[in-house]
């Protein structure tokens, strides 16, 4: 008889929260790779809140697939800033609503006080910048994750 192993606990949707540079690290490694089409981004300037829905590559499953011969997951989720002041983007053609972004990484520069610069870069050279009066920052999980279409992991880089 085998131990259970932490690997083998139920595995549950992701809800995760960054208040820190640190924080958003985490949040970036687990989006790293995501896709979405540009129509999937929404600004709610009276809100002070953007938003994405991503098809994330599910990194925290990748080495249980392997181990198990069974195929790589997505899934989809909300990728929310909160305390926006302002978007602007470069490379990024929003009137193409066919185009389909790969996101990168996303980062946070501090300013003065608890203000900053979350960048979030694309595939493409593509960039969002948000301005924002503090940094928080949510991703939550929103469907059960699916076979990834492509059948592979991405190249992540660690």
Request: glycine share 6%.
């Amino acid at each position: 008889m085998v131990d259970a192993s932490f690997e083998d606990g139920r595995e549950a949707p992701l809800n995760l929260g960054a208040e820190d540079s640190d924080d958003l690290k985490i949040i970036s490694s687990l989006v790293q790779d995501a896709v979405l089409p540009v129509t999937e981004m929404t600004w709610r300037a009276a809100d002070r809140r953007f938003a994405l829905l991503l098809n994330r590559f599910r990194w925290e499953d990748r080495d249980k697939a392997e181990r198990r011969g069974r195929g790589y997951e997505r899934v989809q989720s909300l990728l929310v800033f909160d305390n926006v002041l302002g978007v602007a983007s470069q490379g990024i053609d929003r009137t193409d609503k066919d185009l389909i972004l790969s996101l990168l990484s996303v980062s946070f520069e501090p300013g003065d006080d608890c203000t900053g610069e979350v960048l979030l870069t694309v595939a493409g050279d593509g960039a969002i910048r948000l301005s924002v009066e503090a940094l928080d920052v949510t991703l939550k999980d929103v469907t059960r994750p699916y076979l990834a279409p492509s059948r592979h992991a991405p190249q992540h880089s660690e």
